[in-house]
């Protein structure tokens, strides 16, 4: 099983637990507090998947058709066409979702300038790290790129 789904399970379950509700097993602050360390994990653990959806799908359709900027799969082709490996591509897009910038684009020039240029994410440096590594992953070899990523 999914390491982080897991303890986002237990963190569920014991948050579910810890609602007034189901109090009968939990009746001192001791049960209370052992339950911290599934809290810390809870927020740890908001995945990729759903920083995605919170923070990207409002611009980024994960196939096209396109909506205000390249679908997440053209991105995913893209980025190991020009980097080639994990590690780099995702320093890269890290680096790009903080400033943005003409000079430093992995699309090119008429990427930009069909789509406009993306404004910055003000996301910590973890967070853009886990979305650009899950943007990575999103790699379809049966994914033609054409053009801008379509
Ligand atoms: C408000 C719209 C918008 C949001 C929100 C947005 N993007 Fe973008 N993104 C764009 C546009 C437009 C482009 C294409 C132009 C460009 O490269 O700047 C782009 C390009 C990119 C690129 C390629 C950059 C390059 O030029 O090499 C990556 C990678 C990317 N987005 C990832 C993300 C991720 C991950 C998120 C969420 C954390 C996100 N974007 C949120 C609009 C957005």
Redesign the pocket.
């Known amino acids: 099983m999914n390491m982080k789904r897991f303890l986002s399970g237990l963190a569920l379950t014991a948050t579910l637990s810890a609602m007034p509700v189901s109090l009968p097993p939990f009746t001192s602050m001791e049960n209370f507090a052992s339950l911290a360390p599934f809290a810390i994990a809870a927020e740890n653990t908001q995945n990729a998947e759903q920083?995605?959806t919170a923070?990207?799908q409002?611009?980024?359709s994960m196939r096209p058709p396109a909506k205000?900027?390249?679908p997440i799969v053209g991105?995913a082709a893209r980025y190991r066409t020009v980097y080639g490996n994990k590690e780099d591509a995702v320093k890269a897009?890290v680096s790009?979702?903080k400033a943005?910038d003409a000079s430093n684009?992995?699309?090119g020039p008429r990427?930009?300038k069909r789509?406009?240029?993306?404004?910055a994410?003000s996301?910590s440096d973890g967070e853009l790290e886990k979305?650009?590594g899950w943007?990575w992953d999103q790699y379809d070899p049966n994914f033609e790129t054409r053009g801008n990523c379509r």
């Open positions: 920083l995605y923070n990207c409002l611009c980024h205000t900027a390249p991105l897009m790009f979702m943005p684009t992995a699309l990427a930009i789509f406009g240029l993306m404004p994410m996301m979305v650009s943007l």
